[in-house]
């Protein structure tokens, strides 16, 4: 009996233990966790988004990654209701549309993101694409209507509804016009980077203007927009590599993206997998390591 009871003691202690997962500054008095929580339901097989999102939150996962254009934000203010875990421990980033301009921008975060999340505040918001479509790239086009949605983001911070501001599919040439105009760089700009495309170069730029990179698509797959996996985890020489640290190869990937500064988003279903996520942090590759898995990058021409 005692054996037993011990047993679920112990049981119910681990799963209540919060791992260690690491926080990056992203602006004055901002923290965000190194690892989200992705809610795109083609990311998630085999359970609901809210089934998702509470698992997340009762292993001990702290950052939400939700958007406008996902259609899930209803799903995880359901999520954080049922939740016992305090607001204020949690991160919330959302997404608005493309560059939609100051008033729809207002409206989107005042009138559906703030009331679908069922919070008084968002702690990163993000301007979702660049250009009005998803692709192709756009360049300089559609620049004013940029900083009109850059200009509403501000204002939403500034009245406390909003803690950081954002990007997401940004080049190079765009986040600085966000510095040009308003000398400051976003918060955040969460970008497509995985093994099989990483681009470097883009990430040294963002960290000379302060902007944290995260990643989407972090594991690569077939969340990669029709791409085909060029880097499965089940490469022989990406196993190589988890055989020496007792990991699993996700676990090498998100470690790889997080000692170079970069913030992964992830989503499962499975808490086996979700746990794994979590502790992705609990050891460290060595430079040799590192040199290797940048390697296994194919050639490919990178927009900067």
């Known amino acids: 009996m005692w054996a037993t009871v011990s047993l679920f003691c112990a049981l119910a202690a681990k799963a209540s233990a919060v791992p260690d997962v690491p926080s990056v500054k992203i602006s004055p008095n901002v923290e965000m966790p190194m690892l989200a929580f992705g809610t795109a339901k083609t990311s998630l097989s085999g359970c609901t988004v809210q089934d998702g999102v509470e698992q997340w939150l009762r292993l001990g996962g702290r950052h939400i990654d939700t958007a406008d254009d996902y259609g899930t934000q209803p799903d995880v203010g359901r999520a954080l209701k049922a939740s016992d875990v305090p607001r204020k421990d949690i991160f919330i980033t959302t997404k608005i549309p493309g560059p939609i301009g100051k008033s729809a921008t207002l409206d989107k975060i005042l009138n559906t993101a703030l009331p679908q999340l069922g919070v008084e505040y968002i702690d990163l918001v993000l301007i979702h694409f660049p250009c009005k479509t998803f692709s192709p790239p756009c360049g300089q086009q559609y620049a004013e209507d940029r900083r009109d949605t850059w200009a509403g983001l501000v204002e939403l911070r500034a009245q406390g509804k909003i803690r950081a501001i954002g990007v997401s599919n940004y080049d190079a040439g765009q986040v600085d016009e966000i510095v040009a105009a308003f000398q400051e760089a976003p918060a955040v700009n969460q970008v497509q980077y995985h093994l099989a495309y990483h681009n470097d170069t883009l990430l040294a730029h963002m960290k000379t203007v302060g ?15 029709g791409r085909e996996p060029t880097i499965s985890l089940g490469d022989p020489r990406l196993k190589e590599v988890a055989a020496r640290y007792n990991a699993s190869t996700a676990q090498v990937v998100f470690r790889w993206e997080t000692q170079k500064g970069v913030v992964p988003v992830t989503a499962t279903c499975t808490e086996q997998h979700a746990v794994g996520d979590l502790e992705s942090f609990g050891f460290h590759l060595s430079n040799a390591d590192m040199a290797q898995l940048d390697a296994l990058m194919p050639s490919e021409r990178l927009v900067v």
Not at 211 to 225: D, K, N, Q, R
């Open 211 to 225: 902007t944290v990179l995260e990643a989407w698509a972090s594991l690569g797959g077939p969340t990669v927009h």
